[in-house]
Each structure stands twice: as structure tokens, then as C-alpha cells.
């Protein structure tokens, strides 16, 4: 069975391990890219949920499996607030699927 992760910040990430997912507190991003890659290619986890404000520090590694089937790398809002990457990433996503901006029809 596949686990899910989620990464980010301690006062983020913390509510998720009540959740079921597997909380990793990290805010250094030499830290953060070694352990979504160990994640990643270790084969374990199917999901793996990075705060906007991590992810925006280790944006090269996420892209290395933005095409990979899995594991899905999905950003979420910390606790600082949501920057609104997360959305962008889902609405580019959808439109390499679907071929056009079916969420925001080109606004």
C-alpha cells in the first residue's frame, strides 16, 4: 500500500499525522530536494504534499517528476498563507492533460 507525505514547515505540516499522512518537518532546502528525491525513488509513496513557500525553494527537483507517474507531487498553502502556486501548478497540469485552460478559461 502506498504512503502519503507532506512536507513543509512544522507549524504546517503538523495536523496531517492525524490524518494518516507522513509529516516531514523541513525547511532547509538542500534538505528538502535529498529528501523528496529519497521519497520519490524509493517507491513507497504515491502522493507527496510540499507547502507553496518549500516548494518555491526547490522548484527544479519538484520538476524532475512533474511528468513521472507517480509519485504526485501536489503543492498546498502553509501556514504563512497561500501564494497561489498551487493553483498554477494544478492549472498547468490540466492543461497538458486536456490540451486547453479548462479552469480559467484564459483569465
Excluded at 25 to 32: E, K
Excluded at 71 to 90: D, E, F, K, Q, Y
Aim: cysteine-free; aromatic content about 8%.
Amino acid at each position: 500500500m502506498y504512503k502519503i507525505a507532506v512536507m513543509g514547515d512544522q507549524d504546517s505540516i503538523y495536523g496531517f499525522a492525524a490524518l494518516g499522512l507522513v509529516p516531514f518537518s523541513i525547511t532547509d532546502p538542500q534538505t528538502a530536494e535529498k529528501k523528496l528525491r529519497e521519497l520519490a525513488e524509493g517507491g513507497d509513496y504515491a502522493v507527496i504534499y510540499i507547502t507553496e513557500a518549500l516548494a518555491a525553494k526547490i522548484e527544479p527537483e519538484i520538476e524532475r517528476y512533474r511528468s513521472a507517474g507517480l509519485p504526485a507531487v501536489i503543492l498546498i498553502p502553509g501556514a504563512s498563507g497561500n501564494t497561489g502556486r498551487g493553483i498554477m501548478a494544478v492549472k498547468k497540469s490540466v492543461e497538458q492533460a486536456v490540451g486547453s485552460d479548462i479552469i480559467f478559461n484564459g483569465q
